[in-house]
């Protein structure tokens, strides 16, 4: 079973839509949880945080987090083209101690105009 | 820009060379990784540094051979590589988590791109 699972996509969205990005972990100790956006070619690069069950909003993004159902998700609203990227999911448990994060394998999400 | 440099961007060598990767932080924090990044596979933690001691070797072939000088700077020695070695390798950073509790996020440099021929 991996640890964090994300769909590969691509996930295709018109402009303007609100992409909605998934993803799931095996680990129910986890605590802290991250989304990442990478463009081609580039390193990642952190969008939010979160570590309460909940919502958390930052602009055009939202976190969402159920730690009873294991899955945290990611919603851009008004999504645009500059959104096309792969966004990383990332865990950090009990095990291996506050700073190993494991990544999800990413989803490629497409705006198309 | 993240505050994490790394050099060189692009590294191509051969199967019997030895080459460095460098990184170096900006940002104040005294943890520091190395990551590796293939075609389709997860983001690999590599090695993890705490304080300039090492916390986490994630099992990784000895031809990788890590160096913490100091909180700020991270090496990543490399020898004797093989072809299937070719990968983005990534270095971050981040305020130390500590052994439980919440962790703190982790700021990428813009990777090495690495090919062994």
């Known amino acids: 079973q991996k640890e964090v699972e994300q769909n590969s996509g691509p996930l295709s969205v018109p402009e303007g839509a609100i992409a909605s990005l998934n993803c799931t972990y095996s680990?129910?100790?986890?605590?802290?949880f991250f989304w990442y956006r990478q463009y081609s070619g580039k390193s990642p690069e952190l969008i939010m945080f979160?570590?309460?069950?909940g919502d958390k909003e930052d602009g055009r993004f939202t976190a969402q987090l159920n730690k009873a159902s294991q899955y945290v998700s990611l919603l851009i609203r008004d999504s645009q083209p500059s959104d096309s990227a792969t966004y990383l999911c990332?865990?950090?448990?009990?095990?291996?101690?506050?700073?190993?994060?494991?990544f999800g394998t990413g989803t490629q999400l497409k705006v198309e105009l | 820009e993240t505050g994490v440099t790394q050099t060189p961007r692009h590294l191509v060598m051969g199967m019997t060379n030895k080459k460095s990767l460098k990184c170096e932080q900006h940002?104040?924090?005294?943890?520091m990784y190395w990551y590796k990044q293939s075609a389709k596979k997860p983001l690999e933690l590599m090695f993890v540094?705490?304080?300039?001691?090492?916390?986490e070797n994630n099992s990784v072939p000895s031809r990788f051979s890590p160096e913490c000088p100091n909180s700020s700077h991270l090496f990543l020695h490399l020898h004797t590589l093989q072809p299937e070695d070719s990968a983005l390798y990534l270095c971050?950073?981040?305020?130390?988590?500590?052994?439980?509790?919440?962790?703190?996020?982790?700021?990428f440099g813009p990777g090495t791109r690495l090919t062994v021929t």
């Open positions: 979160i570590y309460s069950n």
């Open positions: 540094y705490n304080f300039k001691e090492q916390t």
């Open positions: 990332a865990v950090t448990g009990l095990t291996g101690g506050g700073n190993k994060l494991t």
């Open positions: 680990d129910r100790g986890s605590q802290s």
């Open positions: 940002l104040g924090h005294n943890a």
């Open positions: 971050a950073s981040s305020q130390d988590s500590g052994s439980g509790g919440v962790s703190y996020e982790q700021y």
